[in-house]
């Protein structure tokens, strides 16, 4: 049985998640779920955004699914996002892009590169190191190896030509694509972005640093129709956490507006994670056949409320039955 951890979080993350979460119970009635409550919106109410008997509910699950919380500019209010991702060694972040024409999977380092948080401000500079290291370039690259032998092949993102740190993490990720039996090449991050948007069909699993990966995939949203499309992974050696790409939204939260896609896609990557591929698909599918069939949120032209889409994505999962 899986449990899975609830955290609706902040902003649209209230909107979007208990949608996902429905389907997910329906299209799985044997998974258990529990309400986690972690964000801004908790540290407002308590003074206290994630504490560790929270962590210890969020280690106890199988799987997380995850909304979004708001960071303040408070100098006091530590990210809380940044604290499980560490706490939980999440260092896979795996974001599909998939649309007409486009089926890649860029696969981010999440937990050093430029995001080491070995910096320091002296009177007249600021420095920020940029750690790649060997047990975390070999765990992504084996992880993203994984990811690419079942479909076409590796492009490992990097900027090797400038940086001593990105040779180390080229030379790492391709000895595994050899040991792997995965067909690999290597593109240097600036010319692989501009690429990936002109000639997405190139590319198929893409693995890359930390800060790499971040832009490279939010670029790539350009190729799907926005930030409420994307779904995200991010995997451990013994956590899966699963939210949508994009974040709280304050602007539009609580207005019944936000796209629900890219927490539901995040769903179905929690299915696909515990190797229930078929419901995945099929979440996948009723997503298709709702947009097909001209129910929409407004961020796709529609007119459809989050509510009003997700019910209808609910359907079209028991019809598929
Ligand atoms: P945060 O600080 O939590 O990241 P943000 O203001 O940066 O919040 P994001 O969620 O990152 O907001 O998204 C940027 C903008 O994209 C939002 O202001 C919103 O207008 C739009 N947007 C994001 N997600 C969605 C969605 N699911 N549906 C519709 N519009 C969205
Ligand atoms: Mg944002």
């Known amino acids: 049985m899986v449990k899975v951890a609830v955290v609706e ?15 997910l ?18 540290w407002e109410r308590t003074g206290s955004a994630c504490d560790d008997e929270t962590m210890n509910d969020l280690r106890s699950a199988d799987a997380i699914l995850f909304g979004a919380v708001t960071t303040p500019p408070d100098p006091d209010y530590r990210s809380v996002l940044l604290q499980i991702r560490h706490d939980l060694d999440l260092y896979a ?35 920020t190191v940029r750690v790649v290291s060997r047990r975390g370039s070999e765990r992504i690259a084996r992880y993203a190896c994984t990811l690419a032998k079942p479909r076409r092949h590796l492009t490992v993102g990097n900027k090797a030509n400038v940086l001593k740190s ?64 994307l779904p995200s ?11 949508p790409v994009h974040g709280s939204a304050p602007d539009i939260a609580g207005q019944n507006v936000a796209n629900p896609i890219a927490a539901i896609r995040s769903a179905a990557m929690l299915l696909s994670h515990f190797g229930d591929t078929a419901s995945a698909a099929a ?6 056949r709702v947009i097909g069939a001209g129910i929409r949120t407004r961020d796709l032209g529609g007119a459809a409320g989050t509510r009003e889409f997700g019910a209808a994505v609910l359907r079209e999962v028991g019809r598929g039955k």
């Not at 649209?12 to 389907?23: D, T």
């Not at 595994?176 to 699993?205: F, H, Q, S, W």
């Open 9 to 23: 979080g902040d902003g649209i993350g209230q909107e979007v998640v208990p949608v996902a979460r429905e389907i």
């Open 25 to 42: 119970a329906a299209v799985r009635p044997d998974f258990e779920f529990f309400d986690v409550e972690v964000g801004y919106g908790r």
């Open 93 to 127: 972040n795996v974001r599909p892009i998939r649309g007409d024409n486009v089926d890649v999977v860029i696969v981010r380092e999440n937990t050093e590169g430029l995001y080491s948080g070995i910096e320091w401000t002296e009177p007249d500079r600021a420095c």
């Open 166 to 229: 990105d040779c180390l993490f080229v030379e790492i990720c391709t000895a595994e694509a050899v040991r792997a039996g995965v067909p690999c090449t290597t593109r240097y991050i600036d010319a692989l972005c501009l690429d990936l948007l002109m000639r997405p069909d190139r590319y198929d699993v893409i693995v890359t640093t930390n800060m790499f990966g971040d832009i490279l995939s939010d670029a790539a949203a350009y190729l799907v129709g926005g930030l409420g499309m």
């Open 233 to 243: 992974a991010n995997i451990g050696e013994r956590h899966a956490f699963f939210e």
């Open 283 to 288: 979440v996948e599918e009723a997503v298709g």
